[in-house]
């Protein structure tokens, strides 16, 4: 609670919360139960998250963690909020709030409030956790912890006021805040996949761990009409960091999320990342090891896409390296980048957590961000559950004690991007032995076959094939050439290669196709890593 805000009178407040459907008492029966009022504004929650940082960090408390180590993926599972209960089951609004419970793998109690009230006269009370809102086992042991242990996060459902008969509001959700500063929402192809971040400290440096910050506190603002936009605050807090944000979540096709924040640090950072994503990747028709698993393809994304200040449109594939790998993509003034899901075939994956339908992220700066990198960080894995891949924008200003940030940016979460460009786009990338059929083939030759489709290609007149433009940071090409995808399918271009390379250090590599003067394609981007059997 910010008990720091004036206490309205108890009669102000419960006309002031009657008047939007919520109740009025602090243990109303089979309602949720509200704690006392107090004032709310963003502009009092970013002051809050100041005064923070210019203290030293505390650590939330949590509920003993004897039991919350009790309470397992399994035993988790088992405990389901009630949806009677949920916040505007009744409106207003189309969208119903429902709750996580603590467990094993999320311990830090977070403090949920429900705002009401006009911008400028709006007032906030908490949500008290009540164990009668969840159904669980008699056995469970979240029935040993005490009765005020909080919550560990929340979900957006689905309209109330949709087709029943299609999807129930229920059963079906489309927006998920769980764990530290983790969150999520699903595309128009309504499946879960990567997250997105509140803020991203440290990421996988050599010197000092990881910061997870976590939000400590969310407020809902109470729907005022029935248009499907949601604005959520929170209060994030973290050992270098604490900061205010606003969000402003539609549910379209997908999910779009309007974001302000307001950062301020209390200890140096040495890589702060803005607009964070996480997610996985395994393998795909890129790269995978003999028989390491029956599934053509694992991943939630296979690549990123940037769209930078100058306007050039680039498709970098991920990889799933054996060891720690840092990319930056230096930048003045971004446009957007995003991690995607660009194959959107079944047969690709052959699994029925649907791969083939895991949501594309992509972020829009609203402002001018001015100098910095857009870093990708992939960490390597042997198993599809590790979000070992994170792409995020670092400003090019150093992070000091006592620095602040007020950022806006947009996040969409699609099957595909925003504002796709109207170039040709990279479709696969596939590597191979190099050389030629029917002759031996040399160590440290490798074959790279780069699809694109669309865009200029597929008006290019007969018999005019497109010149590969290519780049090496070491290593040497041969056998290059461009040919139509025997496929019949208009604007279907491949570009082969071969790269003579030795060592085991990584090749950066540039591609793009032109006919004459015209560019014709997004530019390829891709870090290769020499394997031992590839060296010479």
Request: aromatic share 12%; with cysteine.
């Amino acid at each position: 609670m910010m008990s720091r805000r004036d206490l309205l009178s108890a009669g102000t407040a419960a006309a002031a919360l009657a008047a939007f459907g919520l109740p009025t008492s602090a243990s109303a029966t089979g309602e949720l139960k509200l704690g006392s009022a107090n004032r709310f504004s963003f502009d009092a929650l970013m002051e809050e998250a100041r005064t923070l940082a210019g203290k030293p960090y505390v650590a939330p408390s949590s509920p003993p963690r004897a039991i919350l180590e009790r309470i397992d993926y399994q035993a988790h599972g088992q405990i389901k909020f009630d949806t009677d209960r949920a916040l505007f089951a009744e409106g207003p609004g189309p969208f119903p709030v429902t709750f996580f419970h603590l467990g094993k793998y999320f311990q830090v109690p977070v403090r949920m409030h429900v705002v009401s009230g006009e911008a400028g006269d709006q007032i906030e009370r908490e949500i008290e956790y009540d164990p009668s809102c969840f159904d669980m086992p008699a056995d469970s042991p979240a029935r040993e912890l005490p009765k005020d242990c909080g919550f560990a996060g929340f979900r957006f459902q689905e309209s109330r006021l949709g087709d029943q008969a299609k999807l129930d509001w229920r059963k079906n959700d489309w927006a998920a805040f769980l764990g530290a500063s983790y969150f999520r929402a699903i595309g128009e192809l309504h499946q879960y996949g990567l997250s997105a971040r509140g803020i991203a400290v440290n990421v996988a440096l050599l010197d000092r761990p990881e910061e997870f910050p976590n939000f400590t506190h969310f407020y809902f603002e109470t729907p005022t009409d029935g248009s499907g936009t949601l604005v959520l605050y929170a209060l994030l807090d973290g050992p270098s960091i604490a900061g205010a944000y606003r969000f402003v979540m539609t549910r379209q096709r997908g999910v779009v999320m309007e974001v302000e924040k307001a950062l301020y640090l209390r200890s140096d950072i040495a890589r702060l990342g803005v607009a964070p994503m996480t997610s996985m990747y395994w393998f795909s028709e890129t790269r995978k090891p003999e028989a390491v698993d029956w599934r053509p393809e694992i991943h939630d994304s296979d690549g990123l896409a940037l769209w930078t200040g100058m306007g050039e449109r680039i498709w970098r594939p991920l990889n799933n390296p054996s060891r720690s790998v840092d990319s930056s993509f230096q930048d003045l003034s971004p446009r957007g980048f995003g991690l995607l899901q660009r194959d959107r075939n079944f047969d690709h994956y052959q699994d029925g957590v649907m791969y083939d339908r895991r949501p594309s992220l992509w972020v829009e700066p609203l402002d001018d961000w001015g100098a910095g990198t857009i870093q990708l960080v992939e960490l390597p894995t042997d198993d599809e559950i590790d979000d070992n891949i994170v792409a995020m924008w670092v400003p090019a200003a150093p992070a000091r004690t006592g620095a602040s940030y007020r950022l806006r940016y947009r996040l969409h979460w699609l099957a595909d991007e925003p504002y796709p460009t109207s170039l040709a786009r990279c479709v696969a990338s596939r590597l191979g032995n190099g050389g030629q059929p029917g002759q031996p083939r040399p160590h440290g030759l490798r074959k790279f076959m780069i699809e694109f489709l669309g865009g200029p290609l597929a008006n290019l007149p007969f018999g005019v094939k497109p010149e590969a433009v290519l780049w090496a940071s070491r290593g040497s090409f041969s056998y290059v050439f461009t040919e139509a995808v025997p496929d019949d399918l208009p604007g279907h271009w491949r570009a082969q290669f071969d790269l003579q390379v030795n060592g085991a250090e990584p090749v950066e590599m540039r591609l793009f196709l032109r006919n004459g003067s015209q560019i014709l394609t997004e530019t390829w981007l891709y870090q290769y890593h020499p394997l031992p059997n590839e060296q010479s």
